[in-house]
C-alpha cells in the first residue's frame, strides 16, 4: 500500500499560497481564540500560527481564561469581526465545557465572511446549496487527496465512517453534489475495508484496519486519532498494510497537515475577499 504524505501536500499547496499572496501583494490576518489552556490545543495553534506564517501571514492570538462567560467572549468575537484588518476568526474547540453546551450559538457569531473553518451553522446549512463561503478545512483536506488519486470518481464505491460535523458531514455533502453515491456509517465496522474504492474513517478504534482486512486496492483516509504508548496513531494498522495494494493517508503525518493548508487556502481567499479582489 502506498503511503501518501500529508505533510508533502501541506507543502506544495502552501508554496503555492505563498508565492500567489506575494504577487497580490496579500498578508492574510487570522485571528485564533484560544479559551484556557489545553496544552492540545495550544499545540495545534502553533502549528496553524506556524503555516499561516509560512504564506506570508500573520496570526492573531486572542487567548482568553477557562472561566471566561459566555458574554464575554461573544463580545471579544464581535470585536474581530468589526475590525478591517482581521481577515478571518478561528475559534479553537473544544471549549472549557460549561461553554461547549453553547457551541452553536458561539459559533454563530462568527461573521461567515470571516468564518475560515466553515463551522459557522449559516456556513455549514449553505453548504447543501451553492452559497456557502467556506467549508470545512477537514472536508476539503479529505476531498484534496481523494482529487489527487482519482481524478473522476465515476463508478467508486464510497465509504464514510463517522458522524461529525467537520469532516463527515460537509464531505458527504459535497460528494453526493458532485452526484456520487456515498454510504455512511456512524463508526467503523468489520468488513468496511473489504467493501470499499474509497474508505475516510474517522471513528473506529486505535490500528483496527489491517492486512487482512483490505481487498483490491483502495484508498484509505485515516482521519481517526488517538494515543498509545506515547505516540499518536489512527484506525488503521500501518505496519501490517505494507503488502496491500493502494493508497493509504496515515496517521501521524498524513490528514492534519492538509488541514492546516487548507486554513491557509481560506484565509487567503478571505483576505482577498476583504480587499475586494475575488
Request: aromatic share 4%; net charge negative; proline share 5%.
Amino acid at each position: 500500500m502506498e503511503v501518501i504524505s500529508g505533510t508533502r501536500i501541506a507543502q506544495e499547496i502552501r508554496e503555492g499560497l505563498r508565492e500567489a499572496n506575494l504577487n497580490d501583494g496579500i498578508k492574510p490576518v487570522l485571528a485564533i481564540i484560544v479559551v484556557g489552556d489545553r496544552q492540545d490545543n495550544l499545540v495545534y495553534v502553533r502549528l496553524k500560527e506556524k503555516a499561516v506564517a509560512s504564506i506570508g501571514g500573520e496570526t492573531r492570538m486572542v487567548l482568553l481564561p477557562e472561566d471566561i462567560g459566555k458574554q464575554d467572549l461573544l463580545t471579544a468575537i464581535e470585536e474581530l469581526n468589526q475590525d478591517n484588518k482581521v481577515d478571518g476568526i478561528l475559534l479553537q474547540l473544544p471549549l472549557p465545557d460549561e461553554l461547549e453546551k453553547e457551541k452553536e450559538e458561539i459559533l454563530g457569531a462568527i461573521k461567515i465572511e470571516k468564518d475560515v473553518d466553515g463551522f459557522t451553522p449559516a456556513n455549514r446549512g449553505r453548504l447543501a446549496g451553492d452559497g456557502a463561503l467556506f467549508v470545512s478545512c477537514a472536508a476539503l483536506a479529505c476531498l484534496e487527496v481523494i482529487d489527487r488519486v482519482y481524478p473522476s470518481l465515476e463508478g467508486k464505491k464510497i465509504i464514510l465512517a463517522g458522524d461529525s460535523f467537520d469532516v463527515v458531514v460537509p464531505l458527504a455533502t459535497i460528494l453526493l453534489k458532485r452526484q456520487y453515491p456515498v454510504s455512511l456509517y456512524p463508526c467503523y465496522q468489520d468488513g468496511l475495508a473489504g467493501k470499499a474504492d474509497i474508505l475516510m474513517v474517522e471513528k473506529g478504534a486505535p490500528r483496527i484496519i489491517r492486512e487482512a482486512d483490505i481487498q483490491g486496492e483502495p484508498l484509505i483516509i485515516d482521519a481517526g486519532f488517538y494515543w498509545e504508548s506515547g505516540s499518536s496513531c489512527g484506525n488503521v494498522h500501518c505496519e501490517s498494510v505494507t503488502g496491500s495494494g493502494g493508497y493509504l493517508l496515515p496517521v501521524p503525518g498524513g490528514l492534519g497537515p492538509v488541514l492546516i493548508a487548507k486554513l491557509c487556502e481560506n484565509v487567503s481567499r478571505a483576505a482577498r475577499r476583504n480587499r475586494g479582489q475575488v
